[in-house]
């Protein structure tokens, strides 16, 4: 059973920058796209960032030029760097594998806490 564990959320000001880690276990981590996904109080979750096996990326218009998902197969890792982070960045941001459709397909971790405010 794959776990999915993310981390490196926190308080920032806007327009500062955070770096989120994803670690997932098992052997197959290489084999499947990634994603970084978010959900705000109330609201549903939703894609932020998406990494296939060979490194293609593909982003919510929202965080064009503003954040950069990347991958470490070695480690079993996935990192989302965000950067000129605004106050409609603040949610819990999620990873998961993703099926040849690119839905999300794993249980949910628990998620780490953007906070952007002044």
């Known amino acids: 059973q794959v776990q999915l564990v993310e981390s490196g959320g926190g308080l920032v000001q806007p327009g500062g920058s955070l770096r989120l880690s994803c670690a997932a276990s098992g052997r197959i981590f290489s084999l499947y796209a990634m994603g970084w996904y978010r959900q705000a109080p109330g609201k549903q979750r939703d894609v932020v960032a998406t990494i296939t096996s060979g490194g293609t990326t593909n982003y919510a218009d929202s965080v064009k030029g503003r954040f950069s998902i990347s991958r470490n197969d070695a480690k079993n890792m996935v990192f989302l760097q965000m950067n000129s982070l605004k106050p409609e960045d603040t949610a819990v941001y999620y990873c998961?594998?993703?099926?040849?459709?690119?839905?999300?397909?794993?249980?949910w971790g628990q998620g780490t806490q953007v906070t952007v405010s002044s």
């Open positions: 998961n594998l993703l099926n040849a459709a690119m839905s999300p397909f794993r249980s």
